[in-house]
């Protein structure tokens, strides 16, 4: 089987959809039905590009089996195309061009192709002869259209009607997603198929003794900080964690601490001014944008992960969470539960004292958390890149044999 693959979202650093379509990058060509991939990028045949990383120091992982940990002192920045395509994207003239020139120029380069099938991993598929599928991972410009420039609403709203349209199947990261897709597009039920994302294998549990060196850098110990990684952005619900973490008990607050982790996302200055606040009461202590291959250290370093989200196409956060065998206090909506497996504690993201009191047991009930973490390591290893992959080939094989 002949795949092309649009790898547009590859670039570094690689988070989200760039980590998901660089996963299928490079492992569908290992993958024994695949008889070839080519790669599609802004309508041009491409190479898959290099993401160079710096010099890394190792951390041993607590099983001698489990593979080391790559740590890097300095996060990668944006490289010139990837900085360019995010400020040209910002703009609405630029927005609109793109959305109708993308499609022209990759319809036209997939109808060279003879034999094969088109995967957009990003919400993209071209008019082509060529049966294609098309990933789409969350209804967020739907559901909360607030949370977006009006550019990129422009832009998405026109791009996911087009590639559902075209698409012969929709794949989605979770059963919640589907559920919204088939009903906002009115489609058949064999027409999307949910097919979860995977754990990367450096997420596991490290013990205290190889963390605590990375965590001291940071000013932090193991097993005495809460954690939240994520862009800063009003979909997370910062702002009515930081109210539930807030109304704790001081004796909570000061010995547990909350520790966030992301870079500064759309619609963020009022998260942005309540942080400030919070660390000036001392209990709150915000890392800004930290390399991925630091937050295995992070995960397993904390007391418990917290991830009380608006909204979610899958929550990959939870998923690594668990996988590195700690607690994990989420949202009872969208993906999330679903996701969890029934491992997390489960919170009302609307209801700050429900998170604030989900927050108390999360870190004080050592027999809750013992469950947990037993519970989170068994659900996790159910979210593998190769399962994933695999289910991925399945879905092609859907739809050759249409």
Known sequence: MNVVLSIEAIHPPLAGIGRYAWELATRLPAHADIDSVRYLSDGFWRELPRIDQPAAVTLAAENAAAPA????????????????RQRLGRLQIVARLYGKLLPLIAGHQLNTVRDGIFHGPNYFVPKTRLPSLVTVHDLSIYRYPQWHPKARIDRMRVAIPEAVERASLVLTDSLATRLEVIQEFSLQQEQVLAVPLGVDE?????SAEDTAPILHEFGLRPNEYSFFVSTIEPRKNLTNLL?????????????????L???????????????????????????????????????????LFTYPSWYEGFGLPIAEAMASGVPVLTSNCSSMP???GGAAMLVDPADVTS???????????EEWRNVAIARGLQRAAELT??????????????????
Request: with cysteine; hydrophobic share 45%; glycine share 8%.
């Open 69 to 84: 940990l790559v740590i890097i002192p300095e996060a990668p920045k944006l490289n010139y195309k990837g900085r360019m």
């Open 202 to 206: 450096v997420f596991h549990p490290y």
């Open 243 to 259: 109210a539930a973490y807030r109304s704790l008990p001081v004796p909570v607050r000061e010995r547990w601490p909350l520790v």
């Open 261 to 303: 982790v992301g870079g500064e996302g759309w619609q963020s200055e009022a998260i942005h001014d309540d942080i400030v606040q919070a660390q000036r009461e001392g209990w709150l202590k915000y890392l800004g944008f930290v390399d991925q291959q630091l937050l295995p250290v992070l995960y397993a370093g904390c007391r």
């Open 338 to 340: 679903e996701v969890a």
């Open 355 to 365: 998170i604030r009191d989900g927050l108390r047991q999360a870190l004080e009930d």
């Open 385 to 402: 890149w190769d399962a994933c992959v695999r289910n991925t080939v399945a879905a092609y094989q859907m739809v050759k044999a249409r």
